[in-house]
């Protein structure tokens, strides 16, 4: 159990970690290649190192220090994975593409889910059988074999970020050109393209959304590449900091290029931020705050991974704030736990809700939906009246890298009570 005292003199300075949507597709990508690489800036969080540990069992061997991970993919096979693992992280999904490639046909339990929403697989299903994969489902299980084919062809990836990234996997090594329509561009998809590129794949991006992928023959093995740090972190000490700080706190690794959208609203919303030099963001604490209305969408406009600790600024705001959270039916849910903080919400629908500012968050017990949610709550600790408690602590070990003790630096009241 998390506990949190009212912290709103914090002051320093915060180093962003690198991201985890971005090293889990490269690290599935990596089985490509069947050799060496070394990767920086790899968060030691809990859903990275879960992977690790399934690949583990594909007789991959790693070291990993320092936030540098050794991989050796040589003798990558498939005789004694651990398929009960897969069940354990969505992410595991993208072992399908490397592994198929090289040995045909594959059975596994499906992948773990998270609270906000199903998510089944069925968008990666789809593209599978437009590759000619076939596949079987059964009860818990599924199993896909790949009849290897050679023409060009044209998929929709319909926005979604893994199945952008496990198509591209699929692909790089398939002769054809294979043209995938409506494809995500997160900065994490293009961190593994950057990756896959300097393997020697043969990646051309249009920004319609539009990804050409040109098969090769062989990949290049000699590689080493730094993970992008994690804006969706970046965004959560913005606001943190806009409602916790003494005077200002500067975020370094802020990914500022990738945050335009995000860094607009809080300047609609009143909060001062200055860009620094190498890539380093000051913002200011914010003394008052203008409403803002939020609409979640897909890359580069507002992310939904985004808007939660977004909710939280919007209770310090003045009047009466709206989201529309267009991609997840029951993500707003949340607002139920944050309900018995006095925070006065008005749930419109599945997608849509209001929050009624201003407000003087008070103490509660409450718990956790999602991982975007523990960070909301955190924050929403923070600057409540008085000592409040939250359990499943362990979202936020999934997502974010040494939170406890980066908050903690800053002068933070918050601990940990077992």
């Known amino acids: 159990m998390y506990k949190v005292k009212n912290s709103r003199n914090l002051s320093w300075e915060v180093k962003i970690s690198g991201s985890k949507n971005a ?20 968060p030691k969080i809990w859903d990275v190192l879960t992977f690790l540990e399934i690949i583990k069992t594909l007789w991959v061997t790693y070291s990993f220090d320092e936030n540098i991970l050794n991989l050796d993919t040589t ?3 498939i005789k004694n994975l651990n398929s009960e693992m897969i069940k354990k992280i969505r992410a595991s999904i993208l072992l399908l593409s490397p592994i198929l490639h090289y040995f045909w ?24 059988k437009s590759i000619w994969y076939d596949y079987i489902e059964n009860e818990d299980r599924i199993s896909i074999t790949w009849n290897k084919i050679s023409w060009d062809i044209t998929i929709n990836a319909g926005f979604w970020v893994t199945s952008t990234e496990n198509l591209i996997v699929a692909n790089v090594l398939r002769p054809g050109i294979t043209t995938i329509e409506l494809s995500a561009i997160e900065p994490h998809v293009m961190d593994l393209i950057k990756f896959l590129r300097a393997s020697w794949a043969d990646i051309k991006i249009r920004y319609n ?33 806009a409602l916790c700080a003494k005077d200002y706190i500067d975020i370094k690794n802020a990914r500022i290029d990738d945050l335009y959208i995000f860094i607009e609203k809080l300047k609609q919303a009143w909060v001062k931020l200055e860009n620094l030099w190498n890539d380093t963001l000051r913002v200011f604490r914010a003394t008052k705050l203008k409403k803002v209305d939020i609409q979640t969408n897909i890359f580069p406009w507002f992310p939904t991974d985004l808007w939660s600790p977004f909710w939280v600024l919007m209770t310090q705001m003045d009047w009466t704030s709206k989201i529309h959270e267009i991609l997840f039916e029951w993500r707003l849910n949340f607002l139920v736990e944050l309900d018995k903080m006095w925070w006065h919400t008005a749930i419109l629908n599945p997608h849509e809700a209001l929050i009624f500012g201003k407000m003087d968050l008070k103490w509660a017990l ?17 600057i409540a009246s008085w000592e409040t408690s939250i359990s499943k602590f362990e979202y936020i070990e999934r997502w974010y890298e040494n939170f406890l003790d980066k908050l903690q630096k800053l002068w933070a009241l918050i601990k940990i009570e077992k």
């Open 23 to 42: 090293a889990l597709p490269i690290l599935a990508s990596t089985l490509l290649l069947r050799w060496k690489v070394k990767l920086k800036n790899i």
């Open 105 to 128: 046909n594959i059975e596994i339990p499906f992948p773990g889910w998270c609270n906000i929403w199903k998510r089944p697989i069925d968008s990666h299903l789809n593209w599978l």
């Open 366 to 382: 409450v718990t956790s939906w999602d991982l975007r949610a523990w960070a909301s709550m955190v924050i929403a600790w923070m």
């Open 75 to 77: 003798n990558l096979d």
């Open 209 to 241: 959304h539009k990804i050409i992928v040109s098969g090769v023959e062989k990949l290049n093995t000699n590689i080493e590449h730094e993970v992008i740090s994690d804006y969706i972190e970046s965004w959560t000490f913005m606001i943190i900091w």
